[in-house]
């Protein structure tokens, strides 16, 4: 039996390319970005305040860091940044041509954080890269097209990925001591000709809940891979999610209105928001980047 659930609008951001969610515990605070339009925003759901830091080029995501602040993914590398005073310290440049930006990225429980890249026209030449606390760095995967959704199981032997165009989520074997996957399988395949997999995020009982874009929906997947809850957004281009709240139980979603015409911005006033509703089940909480 499939769970039917309704997200409502917190903040009526009309972001451009809303994405990256991260739920800051020890802040009580919601990190999120505007890809395109540049920005990195921090939700309260208490105030409901969000005030937002701009970037100086496109911001694929954000990271918590141990010791404190974050770290950004920009258009052209890894930045370490202080929220407070605003300033972005380079950290590593991946050395993509000008035509490929940063996009997903997320830590694993051993503190290293994943980058993925992306063509700006979206042909397969992006790259999935795994980057050491102390600023060494690796290829994982290459010839992406959208590199998007990752998540870990709770022992962190088990690496899910999502690269949207093929429609699927992956399954790795993952060695947290030396960072390297290996035997990709297929682990969910969506034959929806329409939707994409988007961002991704597992909770505390192995369950992946799986943004679509162009579906208006999130979507939960247990172990068994079978779908048992579906929670409907206001908007079509739902594009990522994460657990927040005290006990982890409210998931925070984000949308875009990119590319959306002016009578399909009319049909969905709240495109470009972000979402929120209760869940049945507690997620986890996001890993930190040990560098």
Known sequence: MTTELAAELVLDAQATLGEGPVWDADGGVLWWVDIEGRQIHRFDPVTRADTTLETPSHVGAVALRERGGLVAALADGVYRLDPDSGSFQPLLGLGEPPNVRLNESKCDPAGRLLVGTMAYDYAPIGSLYSIEAGGSM???????????????????????????????????????????????????????????????????????????????????????????????????????????????????????????????LAEQPLAGGLFHVGIPVAGLLPDRFAG
């Open 138 to 264: 690796r290829r994982l995967l290459a010839d992406l097209e959208i590199a998007n959704g990752m998540a870990w199981s709770a022992d962190g032997g088990t690496f899910y990925y999502i690269d949207s165009p093929t429609r699927r989520v992956d399954a790795f074997d993952y060695d947290l001591a030396t960072g390297s996957i290996a035997r990709r399988r297929p682990w969910l395949v969506f034959d929806d000709p329409i939707a994409k997999p988007d961002g991704m995020a597992i909770d505390s009982e192995g369950g992946l809940w799986i943004a679509f874009w162009d579906a208006g929906e999130v979507r939960r997947y247990g172990r068994d891979r079978a779908l048992d809850v579906v929670v409907r957004v206001p908007a079509m281009q739902v594009t990522s999610a994460v657990f927040g709240g005290p006990d982890r139980r409210d998931l925070y979603i984000t949308s875009a209105t990119t590319g959306l015409s002016e009578a399909e």
